[in-house]
């Protein structure tokens, strides 16, 4: 059941980000948020699945993954619900409105959503310091899984710089989308690779 859950939540992962990607470059904002609620379910069980193939000396670094996996998605799953209802639906002053919108640069939404994929880049560093290769495709998933977690610096500090604000008008969507669209060419290899790690598992 570990090998079957860890294939078929990184498969979902992988298609997760493609169609992400794809709600950002036709412009259909709901969909990438709602897509990204799915993704960060999809995400958890990944972890989860390296977890329970670690060797006993990386159990802690596993389970503090997980445990980082499980803040990311939190964080994540409050900023996008808040996107499809709230902030839909325009159930609130245009004040509030304003702060909760992931649209609005620099507001509340937009820096917490940057902070929980900084949460999800140090869970990926943790787990793939835990992964044992065993092939040069294991190598290359741990490889990019430690890169990846680097990304947690960039996330976290730039709203606290407040690099990215409302005084960018139209460059800041611009920039922002790049970064996204860059993000997902770079973690869609991850899944991709992450369901050949378990489809070669033994059990």
Not at 154 to 170: D, E, K, R
């Amino acid at each position: 059941m570990n090998k079957k859950v860890g294939l078929i939540s990184s498969a979902l992962m992988t298609v997760m980000v493609i169609l992400f990607a794809l709600g950002m470059i036709i412009g259909k904002n709901s969909m990438s948020y709602f897509v990204c609620i799915l993704l960060s379910w999809a995400y958890v069980l990944v972890v989860c699945s390296f977890a329970a193939y670690v060797r006993e000396d990386n159990k802690v670094l596993a389970y503090a993954a997980v445990a980082f996996a499980c803040i990311y998605t939190v964080i994540i799953d409050i900023v996008y619900f808040t996107q499809l209802t709230t902030v839909a639906n325009k159930t609130a002053s245009t004040e509030v409105l304003n702060t909760l919108s992931y649209e609005t640069l620099g507001s509340w939404m937009f820096n917490l959503d940057l902070f929980g994929y900084g949460i999800m880049a140090i869970s990926t560093l943790l787990i793939g310091l835990t992964i044992t290769p065993l092939n040069s495709k294991d190598k290359w998933l741990k490889t990019l899984l430690i890169i990846h977690g680097f990304f947690a610096i960039v996330c976290i500090l730039l709203p606290m710089l407040n690099i990215f604000n409302s005084n960018m008008n139209g460059n800041g969507t611009i920039y922002g989308t790049v970064v996204l669209l860059f993000w997902c060419s770079y973690f869609v290899p991850i899944g991709i690779l992450s369901a050949l790690h378990f489809k070669n598992k033994i059990n």
